[in-house]
């Protein structure tokens, strides 16, 4: 887990946010106006030169919930193993987010997955294709409201009989 | 018409059948193998059940070389394409196992990026139940293709035909 001396810094630099802590993880929770910025504060002041991994979950009837999309930003120090995540909250229409690319390459493939599957906009990202779904796929299906089943995309192919191939 | 006597070594036979017999004991797999089943199927070809004693040993993984795909495993949306071509890179005479439960099915993977049976775009011969199936019964089902080569098969492939190309079976006679 993070220090309590850099986790003050962080606090101490950026008084929105607010933080919890679950098993040695510590979280904060940043506005999105502030994310870019605070990212770029623990990269370069507190250290965590590594973006482990960028995700988000889709709130959509979940109880309690008050915005719909939840960024996830797991940063890690491999100088001293520190662990940070940093959490954001975007809406429809048009949820968008700055690109972290400028911080860290490893951003990259990971904005363009989130992208896909969820329908996040990075602005500023330098290539923002879908990375695991066919391009001509249309929906962003990890978002709740996209039917398990599809939407008729897995039977969209033509048929080869015996005579034909 | 004089009656020709045939020496002890010679058999008569119809054509047809000696070239479905010649095929059916040389089918070159194609594995096309995407998830666990593609492990049976390679301990399919390994020592302890050992493919070979049925002819059809030589795997290839290049389709212009194959007869018999072998779809081991769950086919996605976006390998569908590719599953396709391959099959159609494949020359005549060639035929189409579906082994185990999500290439026939679709299996548990009820998503919207699986197929849900290959033989929706696909010909398939051969279903293979099971998740896996073990080697013995992709054994089973390679001896019931080569009876199913062996019972149609024609030198020309007309059994592949579409059903109004075909010729019409003379009725039998009472």
Not at chain 1, 125 to 148: C, N
Not at chain 2, 79 to 85: F, G, K, T, W
Not at chain 2, 149 to 159: D, L, P, S, V
């Amino acid at each position: 887990m993070i220090s309590a001396a850099k986790l003050d810094r962080l606090k101490a630099a950026f008084p929105a946010i607010s933080h919890s802590e679950f098993r040695l993880q510590v979280r904060v929770v940043v506005p999105v106006e502030q994310v870019h910025q605070l990212l770029r504060f623990a990269k370069e002041q507190l250290g965590f030169d590594m973006l482990a991994d960028v995700t988000c979950v889709d709130y959509l009837h979940y109880r309690g919930a008050r915005d719909r999309y939840g960024l996830v930003y797991v940063l890690t120090n491999t100088q001293t193993n520190e662990r940070l995540i940093v959490r954001t909250f975007v809406n429809d229409p048009e949820p968008t987010v700055p690109t972290v690319v400028d911080l860290w390459e490893a951003a990259n493939w990971l904005e363009r997955e989130v992208w896909d599957l969820f329908g996040i906009r990075f602005a500023g990202h330098p290539d923002l294709r879908r990375i695991v779904l066919p391009p001509e796929f249309t929906a962003h299906p990890l978002r709740k409201d996209y039917p398990l089943q599809g939407r008729g995309e897995r039977h969209n192919f033509p048929v080869i009989t015996r005579s034909e191939g | 018409m004089a009656i020709v006597e045939l020496p002890d070594n010679v058999v008569v036979t119809k054509l047809d059948a000696l070239v479905s017999w010649c095929r059916k004991n040389s089918l070159w797999p194609m594995p096309f193998a995407t998830a666990c089943c593609g492990i049976e199927l390679m301990a399919t070809g390994a020592s302890r059940h050992d493919v070979a004693r049925f002819g059809a040993e030589v795997f290839r993984f290049s389709p212009r070389q194959c007869d018999l795909m072998i779809v081991a495993g769950r086919v996605v949306m976006k390998m569908l394409p590719v599953l396709q071509r391959i099959w159609l890179q494949m020359l005549d005479p060639k035929w189409c196992i579906s082994m185990g439960a999500c290439a026939s099915t679709g299996g548990v993977f009820d998503t919207y990026s699986v197929v849900q049976g290959i033989d929706r775009f696909i010909p398939v011969d051969m279903y293979v139940p099971g998740c896996p199936p073990r080697p013995e019964q992709l054994l089973q089902a390679i001896i019931d293709l080569q009876a199913k080569i062996q019972a149609e098969g024609t030198i020309r492939g007309k059994e592949f035909l579409a059903p109004s190309r075909q010729q019409p079976k003379p009725a039998l006679q009472p």
